[in-house]
């Protein structure tokens, strides 16, 4: 019964030692894959990154364009309100109103 004690303590230990812990290849294929993962997660970050930059550029750009747009519309509707309306007398105000009147009221006395 010792003997047999003594070999399953044996076996035992010799099994504990060989499922110790993960090989070396087992240990660079994590490794690698850990730096694959990290690889792909920088390189979706800087596509993403530009991704948002072209899209602010190209806001920035169609805001120029309606920006121009706007301005060359309001320029011409200017000009087409300058030809079509000749310009408003400027309304005169009562002490304009006074001098005119003295100046006729005394025109050709003197």
Do not use: N, Y
């Amino acid at each position: 019964m010792k003997k047999s004690i003594t070999l399953f303590t044996i076996a035992g230990m010799f099994t504990f030692a060989a499922c110790g812990g993960p090989s070396a290849e087992e240990t660079a294929a994590a490794e690698k894959a850990t730096q694959d993962s990290l690889t792909a997660v920088a390189a979706q970050a800087t596509a993403d990154s530009m991704a948002v930059i072209e899209a602010a550029t190209a806001a920035a750009a169609q805001a120029t364009a309606d920006s121009m747009a706007a301005a060359q519309a309001a320029a011409a509707e200017a000009e087409a309100a300058a030809k079509s309306k000749p310009a408003a007398k400027a309304s005169k105000t009562p002490v304009q109103k006074k001098v005119e009147e003295a100046k006729k009221a005394v025109q050709g006395r003197g």
